[in-house]
């Protein structure tokens, strides 16, 4: 979450950021309760001084009279506190639902737009092929080898379940071998992060969109079954498969003090990822392309709070996708993601799209 000082500082920037990104949040609402939030925290820390003082006088009183009479001030007090506490529970409820929607505030050449047809493509790589004869898509190729099987996939696994075998198994993890030695020879510390992540893991990366995991809208599995504790007994504490690594890598120094001479830090993470899909319904409904298991490599580097440095290091991560692309012989685009696509956590960010023959059109693919 943003600073709550940089937002009343900078509140102009922020409505338009709101606005720019979609996002439904009365920003004057936000500081109209963040002003009641801190004018109770005044009041507390004051009837806590008061508190204290009285304390002090009870025990150097010498009548008893004084005593009762100030111990009677202090019960008045502590009920005063405890009914000013319970409201400002609620009020900082309603706070803290607020702040986790203030937007990050894009860059300044991130396009304005509601969705991703506002996305503007950079540059295109490569030439698009053109066939004498219809291509087929990867249901058709991968039926036709034998490396992918979606019937029996979805026997076993369900709705958008498959199995890669045969060839398509060696070159699924021929690609992220691949993909890893690269990153490890760029300097990037290669992991197999957890997949069952605490909640905060991906609260802090981004991937809810609320104080809590909403099932109606966040993109993530929740583990129903409960976990157990070194003591034995049952954890309250709930558990999610996470949709990438990135969520694991972010949380790795967390609640850690990183000094700035150590950093840039450079990860790579393989994973296998989850995804529950349920704001893509009707899309891709056949073959692989948009499915809720897949393996990826990520990128994640750590920085000093620099705009100039992040700047740098998103493009060595960018031009490490596009080598890939290159070795692979895929054409491709480098898309920048308009402000109504990227997210609220979002600053500035790029995809890279393939050319998919069997589709006739471009797809994610970096």
């Not at 909640?199 to 809810?208: D, E, I, K, N, P």
């Not at 120094?253 to 840039?264: A, F, G, H, I, T």
């Amino acid at each position: 979450m943003l600073d709550i000082n940089f937002i009343r500082e900078n509140a102009k920037k922020i409505k338009k950021a709101i606005k720019d990104k979609g996002i439904d949040l009365d920003l004057n609402k936000l500081l109209a309760i963040d002003k009641k939030r801190r004018g109770i925290i005044g009041t507390v820390d004051a009837d806590r001084a008061k508190q204290h003082k009285i304390s002090d006088q009870t025990r150097t009183a010498t009548k008893l009279a004084d005593k009762k009479k100030f111990i009677a001030k202090a019960k008045q007090l502590k009920t005063k506190i405890d009914n000013t506490e319970v409201e400002f529970n609620k009020v900082k409820l309603a706070y803290d639902s607020l702040m986790v929607k203030v937007p990050t505030v894009p860059s300044l050449d991130s396009p304005v737009g509601k969705d991703e047809r506002s996305n503007k493509v950079v540059y295109i790589k490569g030439k698009i092929p053109k066939f004498k004869f219809k291509p087929k898509n990867h249901i058709e190729l991968g039926d036709s080898l034998n490396i992918i099987d979606l019937e029996r996939g979805v026997k076993i696994g369900g709705y958008r379940s498959y199995y890669i075998k045969n060839e398509g198994a060696l070159i699924l993890m021929g690609l992220m071998m691949h993909a890893l030695n690269k990153l490890v020879k760029k300097g990037f510390q290669p992991m197999i992060p957890p997949t069952l992540v605490k909640g905060f893991a991906l609260f802090g990366s981004g991937y809810f969109k609320g104080l809590d995991y909403n099932p109606e809208i966040d993109e993530i599995y929740q583990v129903a079954s409960p976990d157990k504790e070194l003591s034995g007994t049952v954890s309250k504490e709930k558990k999610f498969l996470v949709g990438t690594a990135e969520p694991s890598l972010l949380a790795y120094y967390s609640n850690e003090v990183l000094k700035e001479k150590d950093l840039p830090i450079k990860i790579c993470g393989f994973s296998q990822c989850y995804r529950s899909e349920i704001g893509s319904y009707g899309k891709d409904t056949k073959g692989i392309y948009r499915v809720h298991e897949f393996m990826k490599v990520e990128q994640v580097i750590l920085s000093k709070a620099s705009i100039a440095e992040t700047d740098k290091l998103q493009k060595e991560m960018i031009n490490i996708s596009e080598e890939l692309h290159k070795e692979l012989g895929l054409p491709y685009r480098k898309l920048q993601i308009c402000t109504g696509d990227m997210g609220a956590g979002k600053y500035r960010m790029f995809d890279l799209e393939s050319w998919m023959p069997g589709l006739n059109r471009w797809g994610e693919t970096g």
